[in-house]
């Protein structure tokens, strides 16, 4: 009893308050600068974890400096959450992370630089992400040249 109390309601194991501790909203900015991360990123970052731990989305994708990549992947590590890093220049990374299916899909399409996909692979990493269908929809249309987006009527007009 004296366990529960100090982890907090709802909180059987100290992984729980670990887990629950990190995904605090809003994450102390200090603890974020103090760890040498901008507090903005390491807010996100909480903020995709809380995400992914609700159930919300099952892929994640942020544009990272390389100073930052160890303290996320640090986290990502302590939660066993899959991932895959890909270069984008000396200084910034592309992470993506989620459930282990969608993150061994994404690392398969993303084979080059994410400007340089086709229609499809866009769609289908768009998609992936969590993006607006009916947005992907457009998007597929206007890039592989099947289609006019401007043709086709959103649902809201």
Not at 22 to 40: D, I, R, T, Y
Request: hydrophobic share 45%.
């Amino acid at each position: 009893m004296a366990q529960q109390a100090a982890l907090g309601p709802g909180m059987d194991s100290p992984e729980d308050a670990s887990l629950a501790e990190e995904a605090l909203w809003p994450p102390s900015p200090v603890a974020a600068v103090a760890e040498g991360c901008a507090a903005p990123v390491m807010r996100l970052f909480q903020h995709h974890v809380y995400e992914y731990g609700r159930g919300v989305r099952a892929l994640f994708l942020m544009t990272l400096c390389r100073a930052e990549l160890p303290l996320v992947l640090a986290r990502l590590g302590r939660h066993g959450i899959d991932h895959f890093v890909q270069e984008v220049s000396p200084v910034k990374v592309n992470l993506f992370f989620g459930r282990p299916a969608f993150v061994a899909v994404a690392q398969a399409v993303v084979t080059r630089p994410l400007n340089t996909l086709t229609a499809e692979e866009d769609f289908m990493l768009g998609t992936l992400l969590g993006y607006d269908k009916e947005q992907q929809c457009r998007r597929y249309l206007g890039r592989s040249g099947r289609g006019q987006p401007e043709a086709v009527a959103l649902a809201a007009e």
